[in-house]
């Protein structure tokens, strides 16, 4: 399928261990989304990518978390010296441009879930 | 601060009945809402979106309503059917910008047979 995909689908760490997180949006896709999802709650917005830049990163929690994003196309979300807070399904979205019609949505991948023991 | 709420955390019809699920905001920003469904271990799915000049949208057994007035949203399935069953999460947007979707927590809705 030409979906939203992420890896790896499940991941284990240890509190302090950096661990990178990978989405591959939908191709021709200019826009993508990082969220998280922690347990019993709605997604929050993490940061936003236009191209290869990213004007929004309002949402990130703390410095230790990070993102980039090559090639107008993969997104890696790097988090450093993981917390045990950090556990959570993060997703990604990707839509064809920001800026459009509300009703060019955004489409999710099927999310990382981190678990840090 | 929840700018999006979804109060009730579960809900349960018949099948064949309708399901309506609430959605309250609190930022009159927001221009556009949308609803996703989650199915377990997969990713929301776009399901339907309302503009804020509209007061309601319709496709096939899904109908959202809008009332700004009073900063609510519902989403009206009729009829519900047993593959309905999934946590349905309210978002709200604002165009222009990152459009970034402010979420709510999720209602579970189980449709029983």
């Known amino acids: 399928g030409a979906g939203v995909s992420q890896s790896p689908s499940n991941k284990v760490t240890e509190k302090g261990k950096d661990v990178e997180l990978r989405c591959d949006p939908i191709?021709?896709?200019?826009?993508l989304y990082w969220y998280r999802q922690s347990l019993g709650q709605g997604l929050e917005f993490l940061i936003y990518?236009?191209?290869?830049?990213?004007?929004?990163k309002s949402g990130l929690p703390s410095d230790r978390f990070s993102a980039e994003r090559t090639g107008g196309s993969v997104s890696t979300l790097t988090i450093q010296r993981t917390q045990q807070e950090d556990s959570a399904v993060y997703l990604c979205?990707?839509?064809?441009?920001?800026?459009?019609?509300?009703?060019?949505?955004?489409?999710f991948g099927p999310g990382t879930r981190l678990t840090v023991l | 601060d929840q700018q999006v709420k979804q109060n009730s955390p579960s809900l349960s019809v018949q099948e064949g009945r309708i399901s309506i699920l609430n959605c309250d905001y609190t930022n009159s920003m927001f221009d556009y809402f949308l609803w996703y469904k989650k199915y377990p271990a997969e990713g929301p799915t776009f399901l339907i979106s309302?503009?804020?000049?509209?007061d309601k949208n319709e496709d096939g057994r899904f109908t959202v309503f809008l009332n700004k007035s009073a900063k609510h949203l519902s989403l009206h399935i009729v009829p519900s059917q047993p593959g309905d069953s999934a946590v349905y999460f309210c978002?709200?947007?604002?165009?222009?910008?990152?459009?970034?979707?402010?979420f709510g927590k999720g209602t579970k809705l189980t449709v029983n047979p």
């Open positions: 990518f236009q191209g290869n830049s990213a004007p929004d």
């Open positions: 191709s021709g896709h200019t826009a």
């Open positions: 978002a709200a947007g604002v165009q222009g910008g990152s459009e970034k979707l402010v």
């Open positions: 979205a990707s839509r064809k441009r920001s800026g459009g019609p509300s009703t060019d949505t955004q489409y």
């Open positions: 309302i503009s804020s000049i509209k």
